[in-house]
């Protein structure tokens, strides 16, 4: 057992309870222009442990839908528990992880990563923080300042901020979007890596057909605004996955699929 599996959970399997569920969620925003219908009536149930992708055309309330499961904004209409739970505010055992790392410029990494800890007003958790630095092969880099890391550090960076606290539930809205193709790739085997290790519950968000099958359990298809729930594939590959899986055939026929569905709800 590595340092991580022993700080995580023990792995779910795909008849999981339901970790997160999303009940007739619709979301309409008051615009400039006018009223714009972002979500109308998702629901879903994400299973404990699951890695579940949500796929969409841009703009149709992928980012809504996530900001609303992390407790940061609130729904036209619709309900999400984490269990039994009613999500209004943000919670302690769901973190989030966006597109841009968000570190504070004028902290080095160690203090980035120990922020969530002050803002709880607890020690940090040193040992963790550690083997988690050690994970991600960040250790050594804890004095360096945002500036001096690349943006692939700094998103490990801040993946280690937001594991650091041990939360169950991990959002993450288009977390490697900004990345070259190949740092993209080694994200994405790190993060296949860290779920499979500390079987987090992983809600995360793509446009990319085929980053959503080399990651995911189940993908979520959302149709054009206003976002609604259009197909939700499973995704039977076995794991771990290498990045050449996607060169494979039973992977392309898996991406025409999904394309063709796309296309289809285009027409
Ligand atoms: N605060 C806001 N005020 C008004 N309209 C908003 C607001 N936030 C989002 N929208 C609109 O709601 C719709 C859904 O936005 P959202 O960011 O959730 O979509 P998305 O699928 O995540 O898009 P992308 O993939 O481009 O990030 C868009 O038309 C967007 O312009």
Redesign the pocket.
């Known amino acids: 057992m590595n340092a991580i599996e022993a700080l995580g959970l023990p792995r779910a399997d795909a008849t999981a309870p339901a970790k997160m569920v999303v009940e007739g969620a619709s979301k309409f925003?008051?615009?400039r222009s006018g009223v714009?219908h972002?979500l109308d009536n998702v629901s879903l149930e994400v299973r404990e442990g699951e890695f579940l992708c949500i796929l969409?055309?841009?703009?149709?309330?992928?980012?809504?839908?996530l900001w609303s499961m992390a407790g940061l904004h609130g729904l036209s209409a619709g309900r999400i528990r984490l269990g039994q739970e009613p999500i209004l505010k943000p919670h302690p055992e769901i973190a989030m992880i966006f597109q841009e790392a968000n570190l504070l410029p004028w902290r080095n990494l160690e203090k980035n990563i120990e922020l969530p800890f002050e803002l709880k007003r607890i020690p940090p958790d040193t040992a963790r923080i550690n083997a988690l630095l050690q994970r991600v092969g960040l250790k050594g880099f804890e004095t360096k300042m945002p500036r001096e890391l690349s943006g692939g550090m700094q998103q490990r960076a801040s993946i280690v901020r937001s594991l650091a606290v041990n939360p169950s539930v991990l959002l993450m809205d288009?977390p490697f979007g900004a990345l070259d193709a190949f740092t993209r790739d080694e994200m994405n085997l790190l993060i296949q890596e860290i779920w499979m290790e500390t079987q987090k519950t992983i809600i995360f968000?793509t446009?990319s057909i085929v980053e959503a099958l080399f990651l995911a359990d189940r993908i979520v298809v959302?149709s054009a605004?206003p976002?609604r729930t259009q197909e939700i594939v499973d995704v039977d590959l076995p794991r771990p996955r290498g990045v050449d899986v996607q060169s494979t055939p039973e992977f392309i026929e898996r991406v025409n699929a999904i394309k063709a569905m796309i296309d289809h709800r285009k027409a």
């Open positions: 925003y008051q615009a714009v972002a969409g055309p841009s703009g149709c309330g992928k980012s809504t839908l288009e968000i446009h959302m605004r976002g």
